[in-house]
């Protein structure tokens, strides 16, 4: 154990002397530091940095001054540069507007006289299509025209298409009616009573009798005098077995139309019906 402190010894009084040699050579060093000169370089370098945040400070402002100059006169130029680009866009739409108003020009379309004078043509010819397309074309340009529809539903039963047939005097019904409301007019009663005879017809080619009686009892109730309403009338009475009807309509018959040829045979007929 004595061995051991000895060297532990000899080790610290090694790093002793080591210590003390270094401190010796480096006294001179030590003897030429002037605290003077020291004091003035820490003084320097704090100026230094004072001077440089005073700098970005300034900078930083000037920048904020600069924008805030510089902005306006920006947001004009880029408004300025918009409206020029608008402008431009709007001259461009307006040539193309115009060029196709050209084309659209140098196509005369038909008038409405036309059409229907080709389409009356069409249809004499058998050519049922061109004549549905220029009613079609008319309709476009007058949604509610009662003529063109009533052309075509007089198409669609000539093609046997008589579900068309229906719905497109149905929608003349309403139109008319629609029309009638606003005030009473012949023209407009005469025309109802018109379709709701070609309804009655169309529903017989359709077997659906009970809706023809309605709607040639309906034709009948607008024109009570029609020789022509009240024979279909009387014959559909007969088909649906309607014996009070038919002896009604029979009797109106007599007095609008009394040279009728049917009478003799539709008399006989009522009254052998149970």
Known sequence: MAIIYIILIVIILACIATIVFIFVNKLPDLKLLDTTTLHEERSLVAKKKIVAERLSRKAVEAKKRVGSIAKPTVNRVSDAFKNFHDKILEMNDNYIREKQGEKTNA?????????????????????????????????????????????LSEIYAAKKEYGNA?????????????????????EYKHKLAVVYEELGTIYRHLEEDKKALENFKMAVETEPRNPKY????????????????????LHQLKETDPDNKKISDMSEIIENMK
């Not at 229906?166 to 309403?174: R, W």
Request: hydrophobic share 35%; glycine share 2%; net charge negative.
């Open 166 to 186: 229906e719905e497109t005097l149905k929608f003349i019904v309403k139109v008319l009616q629609e029309r009638l409301a606003k005030g009473d007019s012949l």
């Open 230 to 249: 009240l024979d279909e009338l009387l014959e559909i009475s007969i088909i649906v077995k309607d014996k009070k009807l038919a002896l009604e309509t």
């Open 107 to 151: 196509i005369k379309k038909p008038t409405y006289r036309e059409l229907l004078k080709k389409a009356q043509e069409s249809f004499d010819y058998g050519d049922f299509d061109e004549s549905e397309n220029c009613y079609i074309e008319i309709l476009s340009h007058d949604r509610k025209n009662v003529e063109a529809y009533e052309r």
